[in-house]
Protein backbone atom coordinates (compact mmCIF):
# COMPACT_ATOMS: atom_id res chain seq x y z
CA UNK A 1 0.00 0.00 0.00
CA UNK A 2 1.35 3.41 -0.91
CA UNK A 3 -0.31 6.84 0.31
CA UNK A 4 0.72 10.01 -0.98
CA UNK A 5 -0.34 13.05 0.92
CA UNK A 6 -0.65 16.63 -0.59
CA UNK A 7 -2.45 19.41 0.81
CA UNK A 8 -0.27 21.40 2.67
CA UNK A 9 0.98 24.79 2.74
CA UNK A 10 1.43 28.18 5.29
CA UNK A 11 -1.27 29.99 5.67
CA UNK A 12 -2.07 32.76 8.16
CA UNK A 13 -4.30 31.99 11.48
CA UNK A 14 -7.94 31.46 11.68
CA UNK A 15 -7.62 30.03 7.78
CA UNK A 16 -7.90 26.85 6.12
CA UNK A 17 -7.07 24.29 4.63
CA UNK A 18 -7.55 20.44 3.19
CA UNK A 19 -5.80 17.76 3.41
CA UNK A 20 -5.74 14.43 1.01
CA UNK A 21 -4.23 11.33 1.37
CA UNK A 22 -4.34 8.87 -2.12
CA UNK A 23 -3.93 5.45 -1.68
CA UNK A 24 -2.83 2.74 -3.74
CA UNK A 25 -2.45 -0.76 -3.48
CA UNK A 26 -4.50 -2.74 -0.73
CA UNK A 27 -7.71 -2.65 0.10
CA UNK A 28 -8.42 0.79 0.82
CA UNK A 29 -11.63 0.85 1.60
CA UNK A 30 -11.40 -1.94 4.85
CA UNK A 31 -9.03 0.09 6.37
CA UNK A 32 -9.25 2.18 9.71
CA UNK A 33 -7.04 5.54 8.03
CA UNK A 34 -5.74 7.99 10.37
CA UNK A 35 -4.02 11.38 10.51
CA UNK A 36 -0.56 12.16 12.52
CA UNK A 37 1.47 15.19 12.67
CA UNK A 38 4.70 15.80 13.99
CA UNK A 39 5.96 19.26 14.97
CA UNK A 40 9.63 20.67 15.36
CA UNK A 41 11.26 19.09 18.50
CA UNK A 42 8.04 16.96 19.70
CA UNK A 43 6.57 13.50 19.09
CA UNK A 44 4.35 12.47 16.32
CA UNK A 45 0.56 12.88 17.63
CA UNK A 46 -2.78 11.31 16.59
CA UNK A 47 -4.98 13.78 14.67
CA UNK A 48 -8.09 12.36 13.31
CA UNK A 49 -9.35 8.70 12.58
CA UNK A 50 -12.11 7.47 10.32
CA UNK A 51 -13.32 3.84 10.23
CA UNK A 52 -13.92 1.77 6.81
CA UNK A 53 -17.04 3.18 5.82
CA UNK A 54 -17.11 6.59 7.52
CA UNK A 55 -19.28 5.99 10.35
CA UNK A 56 -17.14 6.48 13.33
CA UNK A 57 -14.33 9.39 13.59
CA UNK A 58 -11.90 10.21 16.82
CA UNK A 59 -10.01 13.39 16.75
CA UNK A 60 -7.28 14.83 19.76
CA UNK A 61 -9.22 17.32 21.59
CA UNK A 62 -7.15 20.01 20.16
CA UNK A 63 -8.75 19.60 17.02
CA UNK A 64 -12.41 18.98 17.87
CA UNK A 65 -14.81 21.57 16.37
CA UNK A 66 -12.01 22.59 13.99
CA UNK A 67 -10.73 19.55 12.31
CA UNK A 68 -13.04 16.97 10.37
CA UNK A 69 -11.64 14.19 8.64
CA UNK A 70 -13.54 12.24 5.30
CA UNK A 71 -13.12 9.83 3.06
CA UNK A 72 -14.06 8.19 -0.41
CA UNK A 73 -13.69 4.85 -0.95
CA UNK A 74 -14.64 4.64 -4.60
CA UNK A 75 -11.83 6.97 -4.90
CA UNK A 76 -9.26 5.92 -2.31
CA UNK A 77 -8.99 8.80 -0.78
CA UNK A 78 -9.05 10.33 2.71
CA UNK A 79 -8.76 14.17 3.60
CA UNK A 80 -8.84 16.34 6.59
CA UNK A 81 -10.34 19.56 6.23
CA UNK A 82 -9.01 21.92 9.13
CA UNK A 83 -10.33 25.07 9.42
CA UNK A 84 -9.43 28.28 12.53
CA UNK A 85 -5.86 26.72 12.06
CA UNK A 86 -3.79 28.73 14.93
CA UNK A 87 0.17 28.32 15.24
CA UNK A 88 0.16 25.28 17.44
CA UNK A 89 -1.24 23.30 14.37
CA UNK A 90 1.95 23.60 12.26
CA UNK A 91 3.40 20.39 11.73
CA UNK A 92 4.44 17.95 9.12
CA UNK A 93 1.20 16.21 8.67
CA UNK A 94 0.85 12.01 7.87
CA UNK A 95 -1.90 9.83 7.07
CA UNK A 96 -1.87 6.04 7.87
CA UNK A 97 -3.38 3.09 7.03
CA UNK A 98 -4.27 0.29 9.55
CA UNK A 99 -4.67 -2.75 8.08
CA UNK A 100 -5.63 -4.41 11.25
CA UNK A 101 -8.94 -2.50 12.09
CA UNK A 102 -11.57 -2.04 10.37
CA UNK A 103 -14.31 -1.00 12.57
CA UNK A 104 -12.69 0.60 15.17
CA UNK A 105 -10.86 3.73 14.85
CA UNK A 106 -7.10 3.85 16.61
CA UNK A 107 -5.12 6.68 17.75
CA UNK A 108 -1.40 4.52 18.51
CA UNK A 109 1.39 4.94 15.59
CA UNK A 110 1.87 1.55 16.22
CA UNK A 111 -1.89 0.31 15.24
CA UNK A 112 -1.21 1.75 11.73
CA UNK A 113 0.75 -0.55 9.20
CA UNK A 114 1.25 1.99 6.27
CA UNK A 115 2.50 5.84 6.13
CA UNK A 116 2.46 8.82 3.45
CA UNK A 117 5.39 10.65 3.46
CA UNK A 118 3.80 13.93 4.95
CA UNK A 119 2.83 17.37 3.71
CA UNK A 120 4.27 20.35 6.17
CA UNK A 121 1.63 22.74 7.17
CA UNK A 122 2.67 25.80 8.61
CA UNK A 123 0.26 28.10 10.50
CA UNK A 124 1.67 31.84 11.26
CA UNK A 125 0.06 34.53 13.46
Known amino acids: VQLQASGGGSVQAGGSLRLSCAAS????????MGWFRQAPGKEREFVAGINWNGGRTDYTDSVKGRFSISRDNAKNTVHLQMNSLKPEDTAVYYC???????????????????WGQGTLVTVSS
Open 25 to 32: GGTFGSYV
Open 96 to 114: AASRRYSKTVVATSSQYDY
